[in-house]
């Protein structure tokens, strides 16, 4: 008989087997949203100067690309501006529903949150290798199944953004800067980074 403990790097959401939202919606107490994204990603640092860093929600636009800005409302919770396909903005209030140091934030988006959502992003020693660190996010995309295919066409729907994000998140901490194609500060701007 198999270890059932032993799990490879990859979020328990991606599994190839049942509905992936339904089962992790009923890992998080609070769930929202219909569609599933879970990305991993193996970072060559410590645990808890990766858990560190990501907990204080204010540095997380320099990594997260379509972060316009994060507004720390208290410990629990946060206000999230984010860029949305066509140059507009969605906006939502997250709370954090769960937290364990080095291991686990968890949050759900308060009502009235254009973009409903839900995940967690934990943290898991990789010995040699560094922190595995996975992004679980459940979200209701703003105008549906159509919103989700324009949100493709213009990057910013969520699965590639997860993607891109936990990259960028793992080149600012393993080199302490992000590579980007832009050879200038205007061009920077341009590229919307």
């Known amino acids: 008989m198999a270890d059932e403990?032993?799990?490879?790097?990859?979020?328990?959401?991606?599994?190839?087997?049942?509905?992936?939202?339904?089962?992790?919606?009923?890992?998080?107490?609070?769930?929202?949203?219909?569609?599933?994204?879970?990305?991993s990603v193996t970072i060559n640092r410590p645990v808890g100067e990766l858990f560190t860093f990501f907990r204080d929600f204010s540095n997380l636009p320099s990594f997260m690309e379509n972060v316009v800005r994060i507004d720390i409302l208290d410990e629990k919770r946060?206000?999230?501006?984010?860029?949305?396909?066509?140059?507009?903005?969605?906006?939502?209030?997250?709370r954090i529903t769960d937290e364990a140091p080095n291991t686990l934030i968890a949050w759900i988006s308060?009502?009235?949150?254009?973009?409903?959502?839900?995940?967690?992003?934990t943290f898991r020693d990789a010995g040699a290798r560094g922190t595995v660190v996975s992004a679980t996010i459940l979200y209701d995309p703003p105008a549906g199944f159509i919103g989700k295919i324009v949100a493709k066409m213009?990057?910013?729907?969520?699965?590639?953004?997860?993607?891109?994000?936990?990259r960028r998140f793992k080149q600012l901490m393993e080199t302490g800067e992000i590579a980007t194609p832009a050879m200038n500060p205007k061009q920077f701007e341009e590229m919307g980074l």
Request: hydrophobic share 35%.
């Open 5 to 39: 403990s032993v799990r490879d790097d990859a979020p328990a959401a991606t599994a190839k087997s049942g509905d992936a939202s339904r089962q992790f919606a009923q890992e998080l107490p609070e769930a929202k949203g219909d569609q599933v994204v879970a990305r």
């Open 78 to 94: 946060s206000h999230w501006v984010v860029k949305a396909p066509g140059g507009g903005t969605v906006e939502w209030t997250a």
């Open 110 to 121: 308060e009502e009235g949150a254009d973009v409903p959502n839900s995940g967690h992003v």
């Open 154 to 166: 213009f990057q910013r729907e969520p699965a590639i953004q997860a993607r891109r994000d936990l």
